[in-house]
């Protein structure tokens, strides 16, 4: 059981293992993805029921267009249908829904439907859930400093992180990556310079509590010392985090 006192309040997932998952099966790479968003629900519910106040999945990321035709307009379409009929259910939780990514190059169509839900789902404050969709660690810090540099603002770690696509909510404490590969891909990587890493080797539709509840034990057994020392810790911990 997970001591409530060392809970992460920032979750991350780079949700993997969608295609081998539906490869296993013989079925097409599509039905694993529709099997993820399943396994994305179980996860929300958890992390709501865990007392996680954010919770951060990589479901596209930029490299993700290399994917034949069919995968990626299969994973438009499943963008869309999830917006359509999970939005409610978030909503009724106390979920507050942000995408986050380069939206510019999305349809028309998806964009008015991810600014509907996040409008819709605005006030809410139980969970925070940011999909990260067509995002990339290297194309955030690239925004960000576009936007200070048109600005003519001075570009330093503390401008850089506010403009940053996540500048809403604070760094991830813990990010985990399912289906067994260990590597970030591109995922917030300015965002989990201190972010403890865990890696499941479990598929990401078959992510579940108790494989959650792995990696929170991992979470609370690790030190965090941001570069002290263990000494330093008890004192300090709060200043810190
Ligand atoms: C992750 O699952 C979902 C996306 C990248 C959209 P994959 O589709 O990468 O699954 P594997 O890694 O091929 O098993
Ligand atoms: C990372 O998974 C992206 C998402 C989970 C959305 P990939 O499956 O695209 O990563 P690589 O290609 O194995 O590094
Ligand atoms: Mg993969």
Same mark, same amino acid.
Do not use: C, I, V
């Given at each position: 059981m997970v001591s409530p006192l060392v809970v992460p309040r920032h979750v991350a997932i780079v949700m993997d293992g969608n295609g081998r998952w539906a490869s296993k099966r013989f079925l097409p790479r599509i039905a694993g993805h529709r099997q993820g968003l399943e396994a994305l629900r179980r996860v929300v519910f958890a992390c709501t029921a865990r007392g996680i106040g954010v919770l951060t999945v990589? =479901?596209?990321?930029?490299?993700?267009? @290399? *994917?034949p035709p069919e995968e990626v307009s299969g994973l438009m379409n499943l963008l869309a249908f999830a917006l359509a009929k999970e939005v409610p259910v978030l909503h009724k939780e106390g979920v507050r829904l942000r995408i986050v990514g380069a @939206?510019?190059? +999305?349809s028309e169509r998806v964009r008015d439907s991810l600014a509907q839900a996040e409008n819709s789902t605005a =006030? !809410?404050? *139980?969970l925070l859930l940011n999909v990260c969709f067509n995002y990339g660690g290297r194309w955030d810090v690239v925004q960000a400093a576009q936007t200070l540099t048109k600005g003519g603002q001075e570009i330093t770690e503390e401008s850089l992180s506010r403009n +940053?696509?996540? =500048?809403?909510c604070a760094d991830p404490d813990l990010l985990i990556r399912t289906g067994?590969?260990? *590597? +970030?891909? !591109?995922? +917030?990587l300015w965002q989990a310079a201190y972010s403890e890493l865990f890696f499941s080797d479990v598929l990401w539709p078959d992510f579940d509590d108790t494989a959650l509840d792995a990696a929170l034990d991992a979470y609370a057994s690790r030190e965090r010392r941001f570069g002290m020392t263990s000494e330093q810790l008890p004192a300090a911990s709060d200043s810190v985090s």
């Open positions: 990589f =479901a596209f990321s930029s490299e993700n267009w @290399k *994917r @939206k510019q190059h +999305l =006030a !809410n404050s *139980r +940053l696509s996540t =500048a809403h067994g590969e260990m *590597r +970030l891909s !591109n995922f +917030l």
